[in-house]
């Protein structure tokens, strides 16, 4: 035996029939067809007993892999004398045609078969060798074959056989290269995803850096794309995300990658450019692609895009500086509303601005700095007030008191506007039980953004907090708005219901800004309608305000909804509503949101909250 420094483990015959024998199923013994009568012969002589041959030729002939053994004929080249049951099933073939043959068989490319014909270099022949070809069925099905071939030697160290271990790894290797797909590629679109994108850019970076030459990135995002899905609703959104690739691609050369960096924020890479003209003769090319209407299911929609252009090595020349770079520009270019722009390393302010803003209310929801201010809402036939909407403001350490307007929509691009919400419901529910306590059972609304209403667990998060609180689910209102339902209606109504199943209240708020108001009314599942404050400041002067305004109390009526204006800042506007049978009203006219404990004072001192003090204090909680 020779003991070659072999990766193989250059195994004996003996070794290799004991391999088997430990790993062959007894019940085969039984059925162990006529052994070839010279390997027989020479297994016998090699000291192995009969019942041994059998059990091995068992195991070879049915292992589920290809098993093919081949000998050295005269000239020393190996020959096939030996194919097991897996190797014609997996080839397609009888055992005839394979017989006889040279290792060349197992490929079908002609590079592939060069490797198999490697055997026959003498190195191979004495250490045996594995790899993978390209092999065809007899049917012309192409399949991919892992094959190892071993050498095994006598006694005397010998070569006498060399083994093949043939294995169908197509699938696996599908397998493989699908996961490996997936892991770098976005599912929606299927275009290669930020990590590939990343791993590009440093190539072509390097390339480029060798070549003198430079690397273009645009980073562009589509504008106002967030009101294409709370309008139309996310099927559309999606829609419009795959066409993106499509759109843009008449402008790229073969080279250039698409990527999509999530949301609605999308990358090109475009390898050797000379300079920064190039790049931006794409940029426009891109933007321009953006001004023709998308058409979705017959809805025709504007959706146009800011583009951002960075280039090495002039802005950058590592790949995420140029990233960021690309980034910077994109959302200069959208705050200037300019359409597509070269970094510059003045826009960072601005941008930092926003980022520092973001961080910053991270910590204001940790520490406390936000605050709960609460506008009445008055009864106009009884004059009474019983209900107030819960409205957050943040007291910036630096910036003073921000109004919601300021930092909501900001919170409402990132996850944190999820923590917002929860702390703006739990602060609503803990002020509603402390005033119970005082003797005044106000109800609370709050506004709950669209993210909240996609949100599968809201009903429990709901639920648990008011558990938390002690309090009857009738106390909470929660304001939602048509865009939130038109995100995704049938999850969101399934939520609707689920929350007043549990007794919540539900309010539709901003009524009339929305596509689909009158239609979507009828089987909504609320309480109370809000008719947005731009037509009922409007009213006054404007007599399709009026008309709609009109309109819509009729209309809530005939369905059983109570309604409220909001915005109401003047006497006429109230007595105006009163004269139409509007339920309720809000605004300035009676006071602008309060702090809690301002706000029992408006209510014991002003003529509207006097009589609902007196009421509100007879009718003293249950809890
Ligand atoms: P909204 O839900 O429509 O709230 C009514 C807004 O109108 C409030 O502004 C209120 O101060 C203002 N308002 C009330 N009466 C009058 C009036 O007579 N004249 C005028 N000009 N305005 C009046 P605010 O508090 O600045 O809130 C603005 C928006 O921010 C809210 O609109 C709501 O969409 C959002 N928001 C406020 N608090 C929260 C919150 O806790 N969570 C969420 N998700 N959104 C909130
Ligand atoms: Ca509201
Ligand atoms: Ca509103």
Redesign the pocket.
């Known amino acids: 035996m020779t003991s070659e420094d072999d990766s193989f483990g250059d195994l004996t015959i003996r070794t290799q029939i004991s391999r088997f024998i430990e790993a062959a199923p007894p019940p085969l013994l039984q059925r162990i067809p006529a052994i070839d009568k010279e390997y027989t012969e020479k297994l016998i002589a090699s000291g192995f007993a009969v019942e041994q041959i059998r059990f091995l030729d068992s195991a070879v002939q049915y292992a589920p892999e290809g098993i093919v053994v081949m000998a050295p004929c005269e000239d020393g080249s190996p020959k096939v004398v030996f194919v097991n049951d897996g190797y014609c099933r997996m080839s397609g073939r009888a055992r005839e045609e394979l017989v006889g043959q040279a290792p060349a068989i197992f490929a079908s490319h002609e590079s592939d078969k060069a490797m198999a014909d490697a055997l026959l270099h003498p190195l191979c022949q004495r250490r045996g060798f594995s790899g993978e070809a390209l092999a065809t069925r007899s049917n012309g099905a192409k399949y991919i074959l892992d094959l190892t071939v071993v050498p095994a030697h006598d006694s005397n160290g010998a070569l006498i056989y060399w083994i093949a271990y043939l294995h169908d790894v197509s699938e696996k290797k599908a397998q493989l290269a699908a996961l490996e797909h997936q892991v770098l590629h976005d599912v929606l679109t299927d275009l290669p995803n930020r990590a590939l994108l990343e791993d590009r850019l440093q190539q072509a970076m390097l390339a480029a850096e060798a070549d003198r030459m430079s690397v273009g990135l645009l980073f562009f995002d589509l504008d106002d794309f967030r009101e294409v899905n709370d309008t139309l609703g996310h099927h559309f959104g999606d829609a419009v995300l795959r066409q993106v690739a499509a759109r843009v691609q008449p402008a790229l050369r073969a080279v250039d990658t698409i990527s999509r960096l999530g949301g609605d924020e999308f990358a090109i890479l475009l390898p050797n450019i000379v300079d920064t003209r190039d790049a931006m003769k794409i940029a426009l090319a891109v933007y321009d692609a953006f001004l023709v209407p998308f058409d979705i299911e017959g809805q025709t929609f504007e959706v146009g895009a800011s583009v951002g252009v960075a280039v090495s090595p002039t802005h950058s020349n590592d790949a995420i500086g140029l990233m960021r770079c690309a980034e910077v520009a994109m959302y200069a270019a959208k705050q200037s509303r300019n359409g597509y722009l070269p970094y510059a390393p003045d826009q960072e302010t601005a941008t930092i601005t926003s980022l520092a803003l973001r961080v910053d209310l991270r910590e204001a929801i940790d520490h406390n700095q936000l605050v ?2 609460y ?1 009445p809402k008055i009864h106009l036939r009884s004059g009474l007030v019983t209900r107030v ?5 943040w007291l910036h350490p630096e910036r003073g008191l921000m ?3 300021q930092f ?1 929509p900001l ?2 691009r990132s996850a944190l ?1 999820k923590q ?2 929860d702390w ?1 419901l739990d602060g ?1 529910l803990a002020q509603c039980r402390a005033w119970q306590e005082a003797g005044f059972p106000l109800h609370v609304a ?4 669209t993210q ?1 209403l996609l949100e599968p667990f809201l009903p429990q998060r709901v639920s648990r907090l008011l558990d938390k609180w002690g309090l009857d689910p009738r106390v909470l209102k929660l ?1 939602i ?1 048509e865009s939130g339902i038109m995100a995704d209606p049938p999850h969101v109504l399934a939520i609707l219901h689920l929350l007043r199943t549990l007794g919540v209240r539900l309010s539709l ?2 009524f009339g800004t929305g596509y689909s108001s009158l239609v979507h009314m009828r089987n909504l599942p609320v309480d109370e309608i ?1 008719i ?2 731009s037509f ?2 409007g009213m006054r002067h404007n007599e399709s305000d009026g008309a709609i305004v009109r309109t819509i109390i009729s209309l809530a009526h005939s369905l059983g909804h109570e309604v409220v204006a ?4 003047d006497e006429e506007t109230f007595k105006i509503l009163s004269e139409l049978g509007c339920d309720l009203a ?4 009676l006071t ?2 309060l702090p809690a404990e301002e706000l029992m004072k408006w209510l014991e001192a002003s003529r509207w909250g006097e009589g609902a003090t007196e009421v509100l204090r007879k009718r003293r909680p249950s809890h």
């Open positions: 709960l201010h506008q909407e819960a409205l957050v403001r109004q919601p307007d909501i919170a409402e506007i917002l919400t703006v609503a709050v506004n709950l953004p909240s304001e708005t708020d901003d809000k947005d404050k009922i400041m909001e915005g109401v800042d809000q605004g300035y006219y602008p949101p």
